[in-house]
Each structure stands twice: as structure tokens, then as C-alpha cells.
């Protein structure tokens, strides 16, 4: 089973994706997602020009030993740009082994742990009777665990909250936008938040929100425990974690649950999160962080310090990272929670899949392989659009942390 080829496609269905598309001399194909939002040409030239020529004449089965040998072998280990396209490279090849054994991934791996994968979803308003609107509606599609996010008065366009009515897309085409920030008004405002969530709907759904790195330390532990009351699933990302021993201050002061994770590309950048128990969910994904072969070792190693899973889930990652992190989670003992943002129809278009959703569960199929594929004539006509994150600054002009 011989790779005879290896082809990166990008494609703009909506929003830009990265996929890798891997072929035997059998004609047995499997493919992977290698879209790192904002910086996708990097691992598109990384893939092509440096990966795939190396990739041509091996064995496609040998799925730990080219994880290895493109890990070790760059000499240059780890960072985001490597890690996302090694990740493509695995998930393609477990792909590929699913389908020449007739399996799907979750089987592969060792069988389902759960009859479903529970998953949150985004409840977005610019002001907190929208943001209620937003929650009901999910609660109302069957959703078990909700995120809510809301526009903080008098600071000008907060993290996750959509700049029109339409659906939240983290990137903007053809421009870097600057976000404004104040950490005291949005401490002062986000409990109020929690407490009309909970006034309105009560303790049945699992309540999220994301603090997309905002805080310091000490301010997270401050949020942490004021929002004790409304019991959050998790408060995500609530200090920059370059720093994991920054944790030990907050875990100092509350009880809430802490996820971490989502821009993490190794085990070595959550090894101390994990075995001091600092947080309770490592967010860390198939795509940004070395694919099936690595995460299942950071969720493994996790397991052993009861961290469970809370793999990141944006529009921004592929309907291909989709199936793939469900197989993944369906098998994961300690699988906590996958994040569901959904994806423009294009994109579902583009992505033919075999996952589906049903009242805030969703599940992966049984197609052989991960279940998605790609519509490459289709793809084609959606060709690359630059597009960039924000940035944030403080009020007085400080670049900070978006
Ligand atoms: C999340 C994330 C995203 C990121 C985005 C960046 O929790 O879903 O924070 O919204 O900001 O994926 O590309
Ligand atoms: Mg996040």
C-alpha cells in the first residue's frame, strides 16, 4: 500500500480551508484538514513544497512511523505550522485505513465508548435579551450544553459576537480589524449575563463561555469565583497559557472548571495543565495538534489526571476535522464535550460527510474511514480569499491579547 501521491487543495466555500488528499497505488484515497485560520498558505507551501515529496513511495499503513519521521525528521520540532500539517498528513492516513479495512475511524481506535457525542453550541447576542433568544433557540434544537457570548456595554466589537445578524465568522477578508477592550467593563458586566441565563432556563443545560484570553491571572480568578453561583460547565481560556503555571493562581480561588487548549499544537504545551491538574479540559484539536496519533496521546495522558476532552470545534476548522474529531470522540473514555459552531452550506456542499446532528447529540457514521470526502470540481470554484483574525487593544491603544 504505497503513497503514490499527495496533493493540497485549497478552497474558500464560505470561509478558507486547507485539505490534503493522499493516494495509494491501490487508488485507495484518504484526506485531512490542514486549515490554520489566517495563516493557511504557510501549511499549504509547508505541505507541498517540503511534506509531500517525502511522502511519495512510503508505506501508507506505517501511520506511526511517518508521524515520527516528519516530527523528528524536520529536525525543526513542534509550533502551529508544523503540527497542523503532520496532522493532515495522520488523519489522511487513518482515513485510508479505515477504508481498506472497511471500518470507520472509531473502530479503528478501539470501539465506541457512547451511543453519541454531546455537543455545545454558540448562543451569540449583542445585548443580554438577545443572547437569551440565541440560548432559547438551542435549548429549543435539543442542545444539552450551550456557550454564550454577548456584546460587553460600551466596548466596541467583543470577541464571538457577529458583526451583523448573520452567522459569527471569526475572519475578515482582505483586512486585519482592530478590536477595542476593557477588562473592567467586561468583568463588571459577564456575571450579569450568567445570572439572566440561569433566571431564565435554570440548571438543565450545560452553561460555557469563553474568555478568549483576555484576562490576567488575577482577574480570571476574580471571574472564576463571582460566577461560582451559576455553576459554568467551563470558563475557557481565561489567562494567555504560554505560562501554565499562571494556572496554579486561579485554581488558588475558585471552583469554576477551567478549559484550555485550543491554540496548543503538542503534549508538551499543556504538560503541566495536565499533571497538576490545573484545568479540567483540554481543548487542544485533531487538526492544530498533530492529528489522531498525537491527540489520542495528550487525551491518554490526560486521562490519567481526570482532565477530560473539549475538543475545539470553529467553522474555521474543516467539515474533514468534523468527522474526524467525532470518531475520536465517540471512542475517548474521558471525552468531556466537542464544540459545534456549524459551517456555511457551501462548505457542507464542498464536504460531502457521514456525521450527523440530532437534538445536541451528533455522531459520526459508519462509513468506512472518517466519512468525509471532498467535492474537488466543486472546490475549484471557490478559489483562496485572504482573510485575517482581529487583533485587540486596549482603550488607550495597547495591543492585548484577542
Ligand atoms: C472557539 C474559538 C474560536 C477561535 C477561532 C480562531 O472557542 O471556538 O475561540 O472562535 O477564536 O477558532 O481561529
Ligand atoms: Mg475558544
Known sequence: MKIVRADVIVTCPGRNFVTLKIVTDEGVYGIGDATLNGRELAVASYLKDHVCPTLIGRDAGCIEDIWQYLYKGAYWRRGPVTMTAIAAVDVALWDILGKVTGMPLYRLLGGASRDGVMVYGHATGHDIPEALDRYAEHVEMGYKAIRVQCGVPNVRSVYGVPKDNGMYEPATKGTVEEHSWSSEKYLDFVPKLFEAVRAKFGFDTHLL????????????ARLGKSVEPYRLFWMEDPTPAENQAAFR??????????????????IWDCKQLIEEQLIDYIRATLTHAGGITHLRRIADFASLCQVRTGCHGPSDLSPVCMGAALHFDLWAPNFGVQEYMGFPEAALEVFPHAWRFERGMMHPGDAPGHGVDIDEALAARYPYTPAYLPVAR??????WNW
Open 249 to 266: 493562581l486561579i485554581r488558588e480561588h475558585t471552583v469554576t472548571p477551567i478549559a484550555v487548549g485550543e491554540v496548543f499544537n503538542s
Open 209 to 220: 463561555h469563553d474568555v478568549h484570553h483576555r484576562l490576567t491571572p488575577i482577574e480570571a
Open 394 to 399: 486596549l482603550e488607550d491603544g495597547t495591543l
